[in-house]
């Protein structure tokens, strides 16, 4: 099964193959020139240099190409109650006496450093489709987990600041 995606996702994937098809692919292309111009090549830096970000840029376009064409789409929408994709959820640790606050997305754009928790991670499954006041049992390794409780759910819907995770 490919990545789970949402149609924002799916349209921001497709404007980074465009824009790294016709800006970055012909910047490349033109230092790799430029590079080789400068005579021989086997002790050229920027050539080697010129070339590597080329190959780096084509990479690029390919997985993001396989990605889409492997991609499940998926909703980002959810009812009023429950946590959904793109929602906002404050979760109360059980074990740690602590509450933190995660926005759910799809793995893409997952960023547990900026609070974005993939939904097919642990807490991520765990937490989705359930409701304010649930405690819900994360599993992190066949039978081991944790108890969360969800204090809070906010319906934000806007995804547009989210950046698409580098390989």
């Known amino acids: 099964m490919g990545e789970q995606l949402t149609e924002s996702d799916v349209k921001k994937i497709k404007e980074e193959i465009e824009y790294r098809k016709i800006v970055v692919r012909k910047k490349e292309l033109e230092a790799v020139k430029e590079a080789r111009a400068q005579g021989d090549l086997s002790e050229n830096f920027e050539y080697k240099a010129a070339k590597q970000d080329k190959n780096r840029n084509e990479s690029r376009i390919r997985y993001l190409e396989r990605m889409l064409k492997n991609a499940k789409i998926v909703s980002d929408t959810s009812k009023v109650d429950e946590v959904g994709i793109n929602n906002t959820v404050e979760v109360y640790f059980e ?3 602590e509450t933190e606050t995660y926005r759910l997305v799809t793995s893409i754009r997952g960023n547990s450093l900026q609070g974005l928790i993939s939904i097919e991670s642990p807490l991520g499954k765990a937490i989705q489709g ?5 405690r819900v049992l994360v599993r992190t390794n066949g039978n081991d987990g944790y108890y969360v409780v969800i ?10 600041h989210d950046t698409l995770r580098k390989y």
Do not use: A, E, Q
Not at 130 to 134: E, I, L, Q, R, S
Not at 151 to 160: A, E, G, H, R, V
């Open 130 to 134: 359930h409701k304010v006041g649930d």
């Open 95 to 97: 074990d740690d006496d």
């Open 151 to 160: 204090k809070n759910i906010d319906n934000t819907t806007d995804d547009s």
